[in-house]
């Protein structure tokens, strides 16, 4: 049976330290990494539009010298005929050594785990999971902070519809040392079923507010995400709530002076972009390490290892 | 109310009164060539009221099944009109096509081929949770799956 990543549970905690461990190699020498996929070949099945996760998974294939193929919408696919995913991501495990799949729809990776014969990672399956988008987070914050503990972090925004969010506060709560302000309109609030299974099972505190001005001053890490429209089934709502909170340079100036502004982009009008030039974000450096730890986990699925630091002789 | 006492087959008793005909149902009890005896709003010194079902002939049932229906059946085998066993149910851990995610986002409610699958997540509570979208099931009584 071939190793999946469905869900960042499916990593243990070592291993999710392993992987930052090798995407911070790979960050220091990326020469040494340029043939270990060589022949290799990833495809990506991207069944809704995506830019940065599909051309990172893409880019990160290519930089460690294998190939890559697949489509980049359902409409160029045998979907459009009316084929199963589950039949569409088996025909492709014909083809190629590892997958990375996107669907609309919840726990379609899941259900292509079942069929495939190669490892499949799930690159976002609707509001559900997006496994990767929590490792480039995880590597983001131990650029940034040093550690994967000893923080406040404010979550901002979509908390309900947010499937990053909800991955990211399930890898962290396996660390320690962590304060965490969940920030969000009501109707937006931070699903039940997250806040018992990765918090209260683990006895981790936790505080709830509508308020970001009032909890900015004791952030480290702030995490801000956008309202997604194709979330809602009511437009009225999505246009009620999609402006409830927008990031200025104004409402950063009670912030700590090494706060760290985290997005999982894209975003629409939520960070302002005038904060783009604030050294405290640091959400497009975060795009750029989403390339390199998907680089680190296309290796671990293919069960091939670091190449070792060699020294040259005087 | 007298029922025939049977000599080979299944007693399904302290059945949640009200609720034979959805384990009937379930059971395909109604394919059976054999008598099935239900008894509804039976006298219980525990349950007030009870439901039993009584099957005349011997039969595998799913026990993980009943289980999840309700934990609390207990299910008596019947040799030479004697009780030859008395089973306790216990939650199942996995569930396979006996339920179907109500979540219209989750993968299995647009391809319906897949198998339903849900995984016990909390013991206490009953809940379980689609192995494919993480969508809890109600703690109500369940609605029969495909």
């Not at chain 1, 480039?136 to 979509?158: K, V």
């Not at chain 2, 096509?97 to 339903?116: K, M, Y």
Request: proline share 5%; glycine share 4%.
């Amino acid at each position: 049976m071939p190793r999946h990543l469905i869900d960042i549970t499916d990593l243990t905690t070592e291993e999710i330290d392993g992987l930052i461990a090798t995407a911070e190699d790979i960050l220091d020498r990326p020469d040494a990494y340029q043939d270990v996929c060589k022949r290799k070949q990833l495809a990506t099945l991207f069944f809704e539009p995506s830019t940065r996760t599909r051309l990172s998974f893409e880019s990160a294939m290519l930089s460690l010298g294998g190939n890559v193929l697949g489509f980049s919408s359902a409409e160029s696919s045998s979907t459009a005929k009316g084929e199963t995913v589950t039949d569409t991501v088996h025909t492709v495990s014909c083809y190629a050594d590892i997958i990375a799949m996107r669907h609309p729809k919840e726990g379609a990776p899941f259900a292509a785990s079942q069929v495939s014969e190669v490892p499949i990672i799930n690159a976002g399956d609707g509001g559900h999971n997006h496994p990767t988008q929590t490792l480039t987070d995880l590597l983001t914050i131990h650029r940034e902070r040093g550690s994967l503990s000893g923080f406040t972090i404010g979550f901002c925004g979509d908390l309900k519809f947010g499937r990053t969010v909800h991955s990211l506060v399930n890898a962290l709560s396996r660390y320690t040392g962590i304060r965490y302000i969940f920030i969000s309109p009501l109707e937006l609030k931070l699903p039940r079923y997250v806040k018992e299974h990765a918090l209260k099972q683990r006895n981790i505190p936790y505080e709830q507010t509508t308020d970001l001005s009032a909890v900015m001053p004791e952030l480290d890490i702030l995490y801000m995400t956008r309202v997604q429209k194709e979330r809602f089934f009511n437009e009225e709502e999505y246009l009620r709530l999609k402006d409830s909170y927008i990031l200025t340079p104004a409402k950063l100036s009670d912030a700590k002076p090494d706060l760290s502004i985290l997005h999982p982009l894209p975003r629409v009008n939520e960070v302002s972009v005038a904060v783009d030039r604030d050294p405290r974000a640091v959400y497009w450096k975060q795009v750029r390490y989403g390339k390199y730890i998907r680089m680190a986990l296309i290796m671990f699925l293919l069960g091939l290892t670091p190449p070792p630091v060699t020294t040259s002789l005087p | 109310m007298n029922i025939d006492s049977i000599q080979n087959g299944v007693v399904l008793d302290h059945i949640q009164a009200g609720k034979s005909m959805v384990i009937y149902r379930y059971l395909h009890l109604d394919a059976l060539d054999c008598s099935v005896a239900i008894i509804q709003n039976a006298r219980s010194d525990h349950m007030g009221k009870k439901d039993i079902i009584k099957i005349d002939t011997l039969m595998d049932l799913d026990l993980d099944v009943l289980g999840y229906f309700d934990a609390n059946i207990t299910v008596n085998i019947i040799r030479n009109g004697e009780l030859a066993e008395k089973k306790r149910l216990e939650l199942p851990r996995k569930l396979v096509n006996v339920i179907r995610c109500r979540n219209p986002r989750c993968i299995t409610t647009a391809e319906e081929q897949l198998d339903a699958i849900f995984l016990l997540s909390d013991p206490e509570r009953h809940t379980y949770r689609c192995a494919y979208c993480d969508t809890a099931t109600d703690k109500t009584f369940p609605n029969m799956g495909k």
